[in-house]
């Protein structure tokens, strides 16, 4: 199941990135005491009470602003909002209860979300107890009253946001089909592409970057079976929006990928892969999802016999944390192998699901280790003693050693190719969990 999204949304300054650092349990977001100071929207997996859920801390909103930086800032507080499953909305008790505030709650109000109202800043609850529960009057229910920077009222916060996660999530009849995130950079043709599976112009397709305002779901029948697909809003262009808003636009992202089994990542065959394009497959692969990068627009490509194999290479040199990734080559607009897609979904989704047993991977193992023997530090030798899968999507192996500071990162990449000599693994990630345990044992 997809983990649920909590939004933080406050006015600037009130402590966001405080308490989006605070929960995430590392210094993530930029903190300073300017207003509009968070630039990016971060987002982070947290756990509470045994329930695991992202979060995402988000610009200030300033809802009368006409300055351009913060009408952007206002807007992709929206999308947040939108997304969210259930928002924090985090006030300033030394501030006060200010118009702002007002206008703000009106605007979660509209959304129909589940609000947890936080006041922030009450390092000295008996203290500021009046000024706490002015917030009363903002009709969103009982204030809060937590310190971000001091880790206060956290359990209380806590409690009431994960109250409001579905509970039949866990209980109720999982969706077998499959979940098909579209990604990208606005304009690689997502809509198209899925306009065209579909046979039909069931989702808007303009050439004005920024046309998808929404993640939409989709169902496509292709031999018999359902597929759902999830198009999603692309990130903005350097050029479009000022360098330092360009991860704003990465929520729309964070939700689709969160909620699917795979994602298709387009790329303009005519821009070529950017650093934007590893930006969005990172997310991806952070989450352990299976990736198929669609080349898309390469009918518009002169090509010679080496034009593939030049393409295929610069793909995995700027992507080269993915070398798992399907990789395809299509025009949405003509149709060219786009019919290539299912195959590779399926393909994917077999991989995703792939289980090994436990006495062939130590075999796998055993073999690896004489081939290539673990590293030493000081004289200690890097010994592993056993390896087996516990998870599917993603594939997940324990490997027991006997110092986890000796399995170097070089050392796991080569465990891990392998595995994937060994079994394929085409088109998902590998998650390797190191556990250490003394020879005796």
Same mark, same amino acid.
């Given at each position: 199941?997809?983990?649920?999204?909590?939004?933080?949304?406050?006015?600037?300054?009130?402590?966001?990135?405080?308490?989006?650092n605070?929960l995430?349990?590392?210094?993530?977001?930029?903190?300073?005491?300017?207003?509009?100071?968070?630039?990016?929207?971060?987002?982070?997996?947290?756990?509470?009470?045994?329930?695991?859920?992202?979060?995402?801390?988000?610009?200030?909103?300033?809802?009368?602003?006409?300055?351009?930086?913060?009408k952007?800032?206002?807007?992709?507080?929206?999308?947040?909002?939108?997304?969210?499953?259930?928002?924090?909305?985090?006030?300033?008790?030394?501030?006060?209860?200010?118009d702002?505030?007002?206008?703000?709650?009106?605007?979660?109000?509209?959304?129909?979300?589940p609000? *947890?109202? %936080? &006041?922030? +800043?009450? !390092?000295?609850?008996?203290?500021?107890e009046?000024? $706490?529960?002015?917030?009363?009057?903002?009709?969103?229910?009982d204030?809060?009253?937590?310190?971000?920077?001091?880790?206060?009222?956290?359990?209380?916060?806590?409690?009431?946001?994960?109250?409001h996660?579905?509970?039949?999530a866990?209980?109720?009849?999982?969706?077998?089909?499959?979940?098909?995130?579209?990604?990208?950079?606005?304009?690689?043709?997502?809509?198209?592409?899925?306009?065209h599976?579909l046979?039909?112009?069931?989702?808007?397709?303009?050439?004005?970057?920024?046309?998808?305002?929404?993640?939409?779901?989709t169902?496509?029948?292709?031999?018999?079976r359902?597929?759902?697909?999830?198009?999603?809003?692309?990130?903005r262009?350097?050029?479009?929006?000022?360098?330092e808003?360009?991860?704003?636009?990465?929520?729309?992202? *964070?939700? %689709? &990928?969160? +909620?699917? !089994?795979?994602?298709?990542?387009?790329?303009?065959? $005519?821009?070529?892969?950017?650093?934007?394009?590893?930006?969005?497959?990172?997310?991806?692969?952070?989450?352990?999802?299976g990736?198929?990068?669609a080349?898309n627009?390469?009918?518009?490509?002169?090509?010679?016999?080496?034009?593939?194999?030049?393409?295929?290479?610069?793909?995995?040199?700027?992507?080269?944390f993915?070398?798992?990734?399907?990789?395809?080559?299509?025009?949405?607009a003509?149709?060219?192998?786009?019919?290539?897609?299912?195959?590779?979904?399926?393909?994917?989704?077999?991989?995703?699901?792939?289980?090994?047993?436990?006495?062939?991977?130590?075999?796998?193992?055993?073999?690896?280790?004489?081939?290539?023997?673990?590293?030493?530090?000081?004289?200690?030798?890097?010994?592993?003693f056993?390896?087996?899968?516990?998870? *599917?999507?993603?594939?997940?192996?324990?490997?027991?050693?006997?110092?986890?500071?000796?399995?170097?990162f070089?050392?796991?990449?080569?465990?891990?190719?392998?595995i994937?000599?060994?079994?394929?693994?085409?088109?998902?990630?590998?998650?390797?969990?190191?556990?250490?345990?003394?020879?005796?044992?």
């Amino acid at each position: 199941m997809s983990k649920p999204i909590v939004a933080i949304v406050g006015r600037p300054n009130v402590g966001k990135s405080t308490l989006f650092n605070a929960l995430a349990g590392e210094q993530i977001s930029i903190v300073k005491d300017t207003p509009g100071i968070t630039r990016d929207r971060i987002y982070a997996e947290t756990t509470w009470l045994d329930k695991s859920f992202t979060i995402i801390d988000t610009g200030g909103i300033e809802p009368e602003s006409d300055d351009e930086m913060l009408k952007f800032m206002r807007e992709q507080a929206q999308t947040a909002i939108d997304t969210a499953d259930v928002i924090i909305f985090l006030v300033d008790v030394r501030a006060g209860l200010v118009d702002d505030d007002n206008t703000v709650a009106d605007m979660l109000r509209r959304s129909g979300k589940p609000i *947890v109202l %936080a &006041v922030n +800043k009450a !390092d000295n609850f008996k203290q500021l107890e009046a000024d $706490v529960y002015e917030f009363y009057n903002l009709g969103l229910g009982d204030p809060i009253a937590i310190s971000s920077s001091n880790k206060l009222g956290f359990g209380d916060l806590l409690d009431e946001v994960v109250s409001h996660f579905d509970k039949d999530a866990d209980t109720g009849e999982e969706d077998e089909r499959p979940r098909i995130a579209v990604i990208g950079k606005p304009n690689v043709g997502k809509s198209s592409l899925i306009n065209h599976l579909l046979g039909e112009n069931r989702l808007i397709v303009s050439d004005i970057a920024g046309t998808t305002r929404d993640a939409i779901d989709t169902i496509v029948e292709h031999e018999g079976r359902e597929y759902i697909f999830v198009d999603t809003a692309g990130l903005r262009r350097k050029n479009k929006i000022k360098e330092e808003l360009e991860k704003y636009m990465i929520v729309r992202t *964070v939700a %689709a &990928v969160e +909620k699917s !089994d795979i994602v298709v990542l387009m790329i303009d065959a $005519v821009e070529g892969v950017t650093e934007q394009d590893a930006k969005i497959a990172g997310i991806a692969h952070e989450r352990g999802r299976g990736i198929i990068i669609a080349v898309n627009k390469w009918d518009a490509i002169e090509k010679d016999d080496k034009t593939i194999y030049k393409y295929r290479n610069k793909i995995l040199e700027v992507l080269s944390f993915i070398p798992y990734a399907e990789i395809l080559f299509i025009s949405a607009a003509t149709g060219q192998r786009v019919s290539k897609l299912f195959e590779s979904i399926d393909v994917v989704i077999q991989n995703q699901n792939l289980r090994v047993k436990t006495g062939v991977l130590n075999e796998i193992m055993s073999e690896a280790v004489v081939l290539q023997q673990p590293p030493t530090d000081k004289g200690k030798r890097l010994k592993l003693f056993y390896i087996t899968q516990v998870s *599917v999507k993603p594939p997940t192996f324990v490997i027991f050693v006997n110092d986890k500071e000796l399995f170097h990162f070089s050392y796991q990449r080569y465990i891990e190719n392998k595995i994937r000599e060994a079994f394929g693994f085409g088109g998902t990630s590998i998650r390797l969990l190191i556990r250490e345990r003394s020879e005796k044992d």
